[in-house]
Nanobody, 124 residues
Framework: QVQLVESGGGLVQAGASLRLSCAAS????????MGWFRQAPGKERVFVAA????????SYADSVQGRFTISRDNAKSTLYLQMNSLKPEDTAVYYC?????????????????WGQGTQVTVSS
């Protein structure tokens, strides 16, 4: 069974950086497209970033473009999200997700398994 476990969230001040990790097990991580999504309090879950199987292609939401970087280490079966210049509006639970297919996907319906999330809180 595929398991995804996020870590690295925390409470930081605006302008700070955080690095989120998603450790995958029980599946073929190296052939899966992966994504990060987030859900702010009282809001719907939305797309943040996605990466293809090899790491050669990525996509970002406009709200994080230039500040966040998605990457992966297939040898370690781990997905990362480097978040710089954090803003209060980045406050959310961040979720890692795995696709059945290998490309970059921005829609939630393209992902078949989700982690439990890690809380990121950015204070002003």
């Amino acid at each position: 069974q595929v398991q995804l476990v996020e870590s690295g969230g925390g409470l930081v001040q605006a302008g700070a950086s955080l690095r989120l990790s998603c450790a995958a097990s029980g599946g073929t991580f190296s052939t899966s497209g992966m994504g990060w999504f987030r859900q702010a309090p009282g809001k719907e879950r939305v797309f943040v970033a996605a990466i293809n199987w090899s790491g050669g292609s990525t996509s970002y939401a406009d709200s994080v473009q230039g500040r966040f970087t998605i990457s992966r280490d297939n040898a370690k079966s781990t997905l990362y999200l480097q978040m710089n210049s954090l803003k209060p509006e980045d406050t959310a639970v961040y979720y890692c997700a795995r696709s059945r297919l290998a490309s970059v996907y921005t829609a939630q319906r393209s992902y078949d398994y989700w982690g439990q999330g890690t809380q990121v809180t950015v204070s002003s």
